[in-house]
C-alpha cells in the first residue's frame, strides 16, 4: 500500500478540536479587551477631568454657580486618584447588555463641603464617560452628559465619587 495523501483520523481530531478552542478564546478575549479598553479610557477620562477641574477652568454657566455660592472652586486645588475600579451589575433589561459601573475613590488636598465635592465628582465623572463614549465611538448613542455609555457588549455608568 502507497501512503498517498491520507491524513489520518487523529490528526483531523485534533485540528477540529484546536478550531473550537480557538473560536471559544476569541469569544472571550474580545471581552475581555473591550473591559481592557473601558479602564484605560476611564483613567484617561478621571485624568483630563481633575485636570481641567483643578486648573479651575470652567464654563461661563458653570463660573457664575460657584461665584455664588462655591467660591472655593474658583482656584487651583488638587485632587488625588485613590482607585478607580469597576463592577458588574448584571444584565441591563433596558438595552440587552451587561451593565458596568465605574466607581472613584479620591482625596481632596483641602477641606470642601459636601456640596463642592460633590461638584468636582460630577466633572471627573463627567470626563470619565466621556472618555469612555468616545473610545468606544458611541457619543451619538449617549445624552450631552454621557450617562450611559455603550459599547458593542456593556452598558457603562458611575458611581458617585467616594472621598476618602
Known amino acids: 500500500m ?3 495523501g491520507q491524513i489520518s483520523g487523529e490528526y483531523l481530531l485534533l485540528v477540529g478540536v484546536l478550531i473550537i478552542i ?5 469569544v472571550f478575549i474580545a471581552g475581555e479587551n473591550e473591559l481592557n479598553v473601558a479602564m484605560s479610557a476611564a483613567r484617561s477620562g478621571v485624568t483630563e477631568g481633575i485636570g481641567v477641574s483643578s486648573a479651575a477652568m470652567y464654563s461661563i454657566d458653570s463660573y457664575n ?3 455664588t455660592s462655591k467660591s472655593n472652586l474658583l482656584h ?3 485632587i488625588d486618584i485613590v482607585n478607580i475600579s469597576y463592577s458588574e451589575l448584571g444584565v441591563d433589561n433596558n438595552y440587552g447588555k451587561k451593565k458596568i459601573q465605574f466607581n472613584v475613590y479620591a482625596k481632596a488636598s483641602e477641606k470642601y463641603s459636601k456640596s463642592e465635592l460633590d461638584s468636582i465628582g460630577d466633572r471627573i465623572n463627567y470626563n470619565l ?3 469612555l463614549a468616545i473610545s468606544f465611538n458611541s457619543t451619538s448613542s449617549t445624552n450631552n452628559l454621557y450617562n450611559p455609555v455603550f459599547s458593542q ?3 457603562f455608568t458611575t458611581a ?3 472621598w476618602v
Open 2 to 4: 502507497e501512503n498517498k
Open 22 to 26: 480557538l473560536m471559544v478564546s476569541a
Open 65 to 67: 454657580d460657584y461665584s
Open 76 to 78: 487651583p486645588y488638587s
Open 129 to 131: 464617560r466621556k472618555s
Open 153 to 155: 457588549h456593556y452598558v
Open 160 to 162: 458617585n465619587i467616594k
